[in-house]
T-cell receptor, first 111, second 111 residues
Framework: LAKTTQPISMDSYEGQEVNITCSHN???????ITWYQQFPSQGPRFIIQ???TKVTNEVASLFIPADRKSSTLSLPRVSLSDTAVYYC????????????FGQGTTLQVKP | SAVISQKPSRDICQRGTSLTIQCQVD?????MFWYRQQPGQSLTLIAT?????????ESGFVIDKFPISRPNLTFSTLTVSNMSPEDSSIYLC????????FGPGTRLTVL
């Protein structure tokens, strides 16, 4: 299971686009990249998952370069309610089901 | 999606006692996972619980301290035994159901 590195914290303002980058230099061929969001006093919630290039859903976009050694979660026009911890995970969860969490990025959105 | 409930949501316990945490899922799932999240920290996987077999523990966690039951495909329990203040954490169960879903967590404080 590949180790991930993310910024510990980020600040933003309402209405801005936020990009959180995650490094995963040892990603394996079978690994997917998954991002989770965790609010205080709640369990993590799945945001988005991708393998390569770009994935977009109603919540976020995930950009993955060709070498897959990093990925960027993009949150468009954040609001105060997007203040949370964001975790980048890399692994072949379909095989083992295990998720290994890194330290996460605490995003603080200010008015 | 899978909806997960945990009981109790929180508890305050005395040193040396044990607490059993229940996890109920609204769908039948093969894999269930137990995580620990210490104050201000990321999630750490304790063990994987599959129905019909013994739980598989991660490094640093042992069955005597964290016995797990998995009597059917919708339910699991985690017991925190002989508790000490260092066991004060949030304990979360998780299931894999197309994607991974987390329960709301059980906040345990050991005095």
């Amino acid at each position: 299971l590949a180790k991930t590195t993310q910024p510990i914290s980020m600040d933003s303002y309402e209405g801005q686009e936020v990009n959180i980058t995650c490094s995963h230099n040892n990603i394996a061929t079978n690994d997917y990249i998954t991002w989770y969001q965790q609010f205080p006093s709640q369990g993590p919630r799945f945001i988005i998952q991708g393998y390569k290039t770009k994935v977009t859903n109603e919540v976020a976009s995930l950009f993955i370069p060709a070498d897959r050694k990093s990925s960027t979660l993009s949150l468009p026009r954040v609001s105060l309610s997007d203040t949370a911890v964001y975790y980048c995970l890399v692994g072949d969860s379909g095989n083992t089901g295990k998720l290994i969490f890194g330290q996460g990025t605490t995003l603080q959105v200010k008015p | 999606s899978a909806v997960i409930s945990q009981k109790p949501s929180r508890d305050i316990c005395q040193r040396g006692t044990s607490l059993t945490i229940q996890c109920q899922v609204d769908s039948q799932v093969t894999m269930m996972f137990w995580y620990r999240q210490q104050p201000g920290q990321s999630l750490t996987l304790i063990a994987t619980a599959n129905q019909g077999s013994e739980a598989t523990y991660e490094s640093g966690f042992v069955i005597d301290k964290f016995p797990i039951s998995r009597p059917n495909l919708t339910f699991s329990t985690l017991t925190v035994s002989n508790m000490s203040p260092e066991d004060s954490s949030i304990y979360l169960c998780s299931v894999e159901y197309n994607e991974q879903f987390f329960g709301p967590g059980t906040r345990l404080t050991v005095l």
